[in-house]
């Protein structure tokens, strides 16, 4: 009751406190040795993110040409990027600098990169089917190895430096082995079917080699034979090896011996044993596989030992995080959400976001950690979501014509638990009741709405517990709303009315109860994209594709006020400050800001490069997300209180200072007085304070002595204020001063390092000529008028005599 006392606190700004943003668009991706920091490659830039907090900064390329391949020195201190535009670059990756750049020598992009285990030498394998080996401490090409067919996808060096032996693969699906000493290609390993995809040394003498043959292969590299074929039955992306030391018993793995990870198109990890090639571990999934070329097919996988994980890359750009040991999920990051079509606070704290992108999946990220979930169930595009009062329930509704209902328990964990089938389209929006969680509206491009009564048993959290499928919906009601698309349903915070929104140009309103409809809203050129109810009145807001937002009384369906202010269609709506403001986002990726009493739009924010499919305010109204087709989420915190604060301080810092400065002129302290009127940035006061110090007796020398003890930026400021002074008559005689005083005592040289200096002199001359004339013609008058008086005084003078005669 207390909060609701209070009074309204109008927002005048938001500011952007965080940005969701892809940072992963294909390519390898990889981890520092210390496991603190991966770098994922995101078209012309490199992006390094914190594993724990997902953090990011990022190396931009001057080139504006994608990055094809990329490496990681073994000490962590060497990047190296290879882009279309053939050149290589070494960066300090941690400031953010390039420090060098060198041509590829390769006609072709390098794609792949592997350094040695000293970090000295570095192999770049090119489109060009070359393979060259550079120095780094000495900076030059050292070997250029010639003879492999197609592009150089795999190079990587024997472990063993004292062997200096460089392997590779290409398109003829061989191992080819380098001899550093001969430069020549001393063995190939032939035995795969399909391109290879990963390398991976056991000991000095074993290697494991996967590929899309479906198998994976362990070569003796003394004999150079393959020992043992292992069929992995899918596609193998990425063969790991598991360490000897460390207990992977939770993983099958039961005898001393080498043991492997394989990871590839079906999406799971596998383990195996090499010596009976058997399959000693699969990962348990929840999900119903599909064939090759899932969504969820992996790309790539490694180890990470100062973090005991495993790393896996999927299809859809989403890194996920694995214990070691138990192959347990630990963390996934989401590397590229697409287009983003809406997306709401989770949790009842507001310490999620759940996210509608451009897919069947729905992701739901943790703000703290940036872990996001990724929610299988829906088989076509998510259209729109919504969340129930307390944060824990939440609603999702797609394209595959259903709704589904999910639930997140105390750990942050989201599991579905109800489906609601019966629309005969798409299912474009819905809408949770307010008061309780016992019920939902949709609306369809059937044109109807239905809604749908959520059972006791999956609110009572008791019962949820023991649900392990979800519970299947029915509509209660069904309803033919409008004549065309709906776009948007809201439920009344009483929940006894339902608004929607239609592409027909009309907005209507229901009972929601048995569906009637109450009345009709008129008035929208274009087709309406949201309707939402104040919280406080008995308002309803709508927004349209004729760049308006309308008000509308809900008792007499009269329109109260229209807002115009956008250029574009308003896609969403939602009102802030408990009712009195309102904020919209368009078409155009901008944000407004609306004061309901006084019809005007207090701020425009520009965030988004395109729509705006996502607006949501947290329960606390002092953060806003947005979603939009550009594919960021972008976080905003109400800054208003900051704001007003630090112009009250800096008002306040201003009287004492105009305090000080009156002090100052009082007691004739001119220096001071000068050097705090150039600070407040006052040339009146600058003005007159020189008007002072020249009233003096010796005013222009006091002045002069002034002048020169202020400071070059104090100079420069004088500057540019006496050129003010000087288009005007009265104060000219200052500022001409003052420009004397510079000229005598400052050097030309000097004088021509000030900024702004030619266009000082450029405003000064002309005025300067035009004073001068003045006092030429004044000067001229003035010894006229001399002239006349000695002449009378002469004619006086001569009748005077002739008197006296």
């Given at each position: 009751m207390e909060?609701?006392?209070?009074?309204?606190?109008?927002?005048?700004?938001?500011?952007?406190?965080?940005?969701?943003?892809p940072f992963y668009k294909g390519g390898r991706v990889q981890i520092s040795r210390d496991g603190k920091f991966m770098f994922c490659p995101c078209g012309t830039k490199l992006n390094v993110i914190d594993v724990d907090t997902g953090a990011l900064h990022s190396l931009q390329q001057d080139d504006e040409e994608d990055i094809s391949s990329f490496v990681l020195s073994p000490d962590d201190e060497s990047l190296v990027t290879g882009s279309?535009?053939?050149?290589?670059?070494?960066?300090?990756?941690?400031?953010?600098?390039?420090?060098?750049?060198?041509?590829?020598?390769?006609?072709?992009?390098?794609?792949?990169?592997?350094?040695?285990?000293?970090?000295?030498?570095?192999?770049?394998?090119?489109?060009?089917?070359?393979?060259?080996?550079?120095?780094?401490?000495?900076?030059?090409?050292?070997?250029?190895?010639?003879?492999?067919?197609?592009?150089?996808?795999?190079?990587?060096?024997?472990?063993?430096?004292?062997?200096?032996?460089?392997?590779?693969?290409?398109?003829?699906?061989?191992?080819?082995?380098?001899?550093?000493?001969?430069?020549?290609?001393?063995?190939?390993?032939?035995?795969?079917?399909?391109?290879?995809?990963?390398?991976?040394?056991?000991?000095?003498?074993?290697?494991?080699?996967?590929?899309?043959?479906?198998?994976?292969?362990?070569?003796?590299?003394?004999?150079?034979?393959?020992?043992?074929?292992?069929?992995?039955?899918?596609?193998?992306?990425?063969?790991?090896?598991?360490?000897?030391?460390?207990?992977?018993?939770?993983?099958?793995?039961?005898?001393?011996?080498?043991?492997?990870?394989?990871?590839?198109?079906?999406?799971?990890?596998?383990?195996?044993?090499?010596?009976?090639?058997?399959?000693?571990?699969?990962?348990?999934?929840?999900?119903?596989?599909?064939?090759?070329?899932?969504?969820?097919?992996?790309?790539?996988?490694?180890?990470?030992?100062?973090?005991?994980?495993?790393?896996?890359?999927?299809?859809?750009?989403?890194?996920?995080?694995?214990?070691?040991?138990?192959?347990?999920?630990?963390?996934?990051?989401?590397?590229?959400?697409?287009?983003?079509?809406?997306?709401?606070?989770?949790?009842?704290?507001?310490?999620?976001?759940?996210?509608?992108?451009?897919?069947?999946?729905?992701k739901v990220f943790e703000l703290a950690t940036s872990h996001c979930q990724i929610l299988y169930g829906h088989t076509e595009t998510i259209l729109a979501l919504d969340v129930f009062r307390k944060g824990l329930m939440f609603v999702s509704c797609a394209k595959d014509k259903s709704l589904r209902v999910w639930r997140m328990n105390k750990d942050g964990r989201v599991t579905c638990i109800a489906q609601g089938l019966g629309h005969a389209h798409g299912v474009a929006a819905v809408s949770c009741s307010r008061l309780k969680e016992n019920f939902i509206v949709t609306s369809s491009q059937d044109c109807t709405i239905k809604i749908w009564n959520i059972p006791e048993s999956l609110t009572s959290k008791a019962k949820a517990a023991l649900i392990s499928s979800p519970e299947i919906l029915h509509a209660k009601v069904t309803e033919r709303g409008h004549d065309k698309d709906i776009n948007s349903v809201a439920v009344s915070p009483n929940d006894k009315l339902i608004a929607t929104g239609s592409q027909d140009r009309l907005a209507k309103l229901w009972s929601c109860s048995d569906c009637s409809l109450l009345g009709v809203f008129?008035?929208?050129?274009?087709?309406?994209?949201?309707?939402?109810?104040?919280?406080?009145?008995?308002?309803?807001?709508?927004?349209?594709?004729?760049?308006?937002?309308?008000?509308?009384?809900?008792?007499?369906?009269?329109?109260?006020?229209?807002?115009?202010?956008?250029?574009?269609?308003?896609?969403?709506?939602?009102?802030?400050?408990?009712?009195?403001?309102?904020?919209?986002?368009?078409?155009?990726?901008?944000?407004?800001?609306?004061?309901?009493?006084?019809?005007?739009?207090?701020?425009?924010?520009?965030?988004?490069?395109?729509?705006?499919?996502?607006?949501?305010?947290?329960?606390?109204?002092?953060?806003?997300?947005?979603?939009?087709?550009?594919?960021?989420?972008?976080?905003?915190?109400?800054?208003?209180?900051?704001?007003?604060?630090?112009?009250?301080?800096?008002?306040?810092?201003?009287?004492?200072?105009?305090?000080?400065?009156?002090?100052?002129?009082?007691?004739?302290?001119?220096?001071?007085?000068?050097?705090?009127?150039?600070?407040?940035?006052?040339?009146?006061t600058v003005l007159m304070v020189v008007k002072a110090i020249l009233k003096e007796t010796d005013g222009k020398k006091h002045l002069e002595e002034n002048i020169i003890r202020l400071r070059k930026d104090q100079k420069e400021a004088v500057l540019t204020f006496l050129v003010t002074w000087n288009t005007n008559s009265r104060n000219c005689h200052e500022a001409q001063a003052v420009i004397e005083t510079l000229l005598k005592h400052e050097a030309p040289d000097s004088l021509l390092q000030y900024s702004g200096i030619k266009s000082a002199v450029e405003a000064l001359l002309p005025y300067t000529e035009r004073h001068f004339q003045r006092l030429s013609r004044l000067l001229q008058a003035s010894m006229f008028i001399d002239f006349m008086w000695q002449n009378m005084r002469l004619a006086d003078a001569a009748q005077q005599e002739d008197r006296t005669l």
């Open positions: 909060a609701a006392a209070s009074p309204v606190r109008f927002k005048s700004n938001y500011a952007v406190c965080r940005r969701i943003e279309r535009a053939l050149l290589l670059k070494q960066w300090n990756w941690r400031e953010n600098k390039c420090v060098r750049t060198w041509k590829a020598v390769h006609i072709a992009p390098v794609a792949s990169m592997a350094f040695d285990s000293t970090s000295t030498l570095l192999a770049t394998g090119g489109c060009d089917s070359t393979i060259k080996i550079w120095d780094m401490i000495k900076q030059y090409c050292t070997h250029n190895l010639k003879g492999s067919s197609g592009v150089v996808h795999l190079v990587e060096f024997h472990p063993d430096v004292s062997r200096l032996q460089l392997f590779s693969s290409s398109i003829d699906y061989k191992i080819r082995i380098w001899d550093l000493k001969s430069s020549k290609c001393v063995a190939t390993l032939d035995g795969h079917f399909s391109a290879v995809t990963s390398l991976a040394f056991a000991d000095g003498n074993t290697l494991v080699s996967s590929g899309r043959d479906k198998v994976c292969m362990v070569w003796d590299l003394k004999t150079r034979e393959s020992k043992r074929t292992v069929p992995v039955y899918e596609s193998v992306e990425a063969a790991v090896l598991l360490p000897e030391k460390g207990d992977f018993s939770q993983l099958g793995v039961k005898k001393q011996g080498l043991h492997f990870v394989t990871a590839g198109s079906k999406g799971i990890l596998k383990v195996w044993e090499v010596a009976t090639a058997a399959c000693v571990y699969t990962q348990p999934v929840p999900f119903e596989l599909k064939e090759e070329a899932s969504e969820r097919s992996v790309t790539q996988c490694m180890l990470v030992p100062a973090r005991n994980e495993i790393v896996t890359v999927s299809v859809e750009h989403n890194i996920v995080l694995y214990d070691a040991q138990t192959l347990q999920l630990r963390k996934q990051l989401a590397g590229y959400n697409d287009e983003v079509l809406d997306v709401k606070f989770l949790g009842p704290t507001d310490s999620h976001i759940v996210v509608a992108t451009n897919s069947p999946q729905l008129t008035g929208h050129k274009r087709g309406i994209w949201c309707v939402q109810f104040s919280p406080m009145d008995q308002i309803l807001a709508t927004s349209s594709a004729d760049g308006t937002l309308k008000l509308w009384g809900i008792l007499d369906f009269s329109c109260l006020k229209t807002f115009e202010g956008h250029d574009a269609s308003v896609l969403k709506i939602i009102f802030v400050s408990r009712g009195t403001q309102l904020l919209s986002s368009g078409s155009d990726g901008l944000l407004k800001l609306w004061t309901i009493k006084t019809n005007e739009c207090v701020k425009t924010l520009d965030g988004h490069e395109d729509k705006i499919w996502g607006l949501h305010s947290n329960k606390q109204d002092d953060m806003v997300v947005t979603a939009s087709s550009d594919s960021c989420i972008t976080l905003w915190k109400d800054v208003t209180e900051i704001e007003e604060k630090e112009a009250q301080a800096k008002q306040e810092e201003q009287i004492m200072k105009e305090q000080e400065l009156s002090n100052l002129l009082h007691e004739k302290r001119y220096l001071k007085a000068l050097g705090l009127a150039i600070s407040l940035d006052r040339p009146h």
